[in-house]
């Protein structure tokens, strides 16, 4: 089968293409803090009030507990709403909302040592913000998150606070980074790495390699922050939605499917 044959047969499926994702992400997280700053979202992107109905960050709930040792119905409810809604979308949080994508994650490269052993020491750093809240009683990890820094920056610049302790604090945060050689959303982020763990049972919104088209290159593995290749990698858990190997495939072999209703076959 031809090129241009293959082209025209995936236009007929439900498949989509842009060729700006970056512009679109960057817009739709400045429009989130700019409601955040100005007051006209309810809550943060820690928590939010929809109607009669909460959303909580499952970290920032599950710290807030183990900090007060006791379990709160409340806080359980919110952070199962939003695990249900990392189960439906994924972690297009991270790359759409979550402003850490344009701080950090400069395309620092981890050895494949680190990047072996990376899911386990993920998991230590979720164990150990919730036992550090225990042990100091104050959800300690939630005074240094970058997504509560970036929201308290905001109503601060809305109220005309001062930005310099958050912008100082990101600083030490980028700096860490830089001297680590590793990338704080894609090596560090113990809430990056909790939405890993629900996203597995994400059905929407997937890319796809076309297997017709795709000649294995590692440009997506390049573009993408979490150094996923469509060629190569079966999980996909880790996934944040950013679009950016569809951008950068130079043959247009990646394909967004609302629905991953296929079976993987001998391709993988």
């Given at each position: ?116 052993y ?9 164990g ?32 005309g ?77 880790a ?7 569809q ?22």
């Amino acid at each position: 089968m031809t090129t241009k044959k293959v082209v025209k047969k995936r236009s007929k499926t439900a498949s989509y293409r842009i060729d700006s994702w970056a512009t679109i992400r960057f817009l739709v997280t400045i429009l989130f803090f700019i409601l955040i700053g100005g007051g006209l979202w309810i809550g943060s992107t820690c928590s939010v009030s929809i109607g009669s109905v909460e959303l909580t960050c499952p970290l920032g709930a599950a710290q807030v507990m183990a900090a007060a040792g006791v379990f709160i119905p409340a806080l359980a409810l919110g952070a199962l709403l939003t695990i249900l809604l990392i189960v439906l979308f994924g972690r297009a949080f991270c790359s759409w909302i979550c402003p850490g994508r344009w701080i950090f994650n400069r395309r620092t490269q981890s050895g494949s040592r680190f990047r072996k052993y990376r899911a386990w020491i993920q998991r230590g750093l979720v164990g150990g913000v919730i036992g550090a809240a225990w042990l100091c009683h104050t959800p300690a990890f939630c005074i240094i998150c970058p997504v509560g820094l970036s929201c308290r920056g905001a109503i601060a610049a809305g109220s005309g606070g001062s930005l310099f302790p958050i912008v100082g604090w990101l600083g030490v945060l980028v700096g860490a980074e830089w001297a680590s050689g590793l990338s704080w959303c894609r090596d560090l982020c113990p809430l990056g790495a909790l939405f890993t763990g629900f996203s597995r049972f994400n059905p929407f919104i997937k890319v796809e390699k076309n297997p017709e088209i795709c000649k294995p290159c590692n440009i997506c593995e390049r573009s993408c922050a979490e150094g996923l290749n469509l060629a190569k990698d079966i999980d996909f858990s880790a996934c944040t939605k950013c679009f950016e190997c569809q951008e950068t495939c130079p043959r247009g072999a990646v394909e967004i499917k609302l629905v991953q209703i296929s079976v993987r076959g001998k391709d993988g």
